[in-house]
């Protein structure tokens, strides 16, 4: 199983990128998905994340001017933000839980970090 994730970039403050994330390989289902940031001396914080269902969860700082979606047929999430600020400036990891057989039990994955530098 792997995540691939694209659409970091460096853009001004109150500018828009959007993050995509892809799960390919062989699994029997993926749960929750979401995307976890970490900012240099600092800890991976969660951004934002989005269950099966569709039920998302914000971290307060995003609130507002960050959008969550997945395409389930697709195995896909992505991150729309608005409005970036100076310190939205980190490295943005995609995370999936996805269960790889009915047999096992789901487990945590990551994606390898895509950089986001939000700088007039």
């Known amino acids: 199983v792997q995540l691939q994730a694209s659409g970091g970039g460096l853009v001004q403050p109150g500018e828009s990128l959007r993050l995509s994330c892809a799960a390919s390989?062989?699994?029997?289902?993926?749960?929750?998905m979401g995307w976890y940031r970490q900012a240099p001396g600092k800890q991976r914080e969660l951004v934002a994340t989005?269950?099966?269902?569709?039920?998302?969860n914000y971290a307060d700082s995003v609130k507002g001017r960050f959008t969550i979606s997945r395409d389930n047929a697709k195995n896909t999430v992505s991150l729309q933000m608005n409005s970036l600020k100076p310190e939205d400036t980190a490295v943005y990891y995609c995370?999936?839980?996805?269960?790889?057989?009915?047999?096992?039990?789901?487990?945590?994955?990551w994606g390898k970090g895509t950089q986001v530098t939000v700088s007039s």
């Open positions: 390989g062989s699994f029997f289902s993926i749960n929750v």
């Open positions: 995370n999936a839980n996805i269960r790889v057989s009915p047999l096992y039990r789901a487990m945590n994955y």
């Open positions: 989005i269950t099966s269902g569709d039920n998302t």
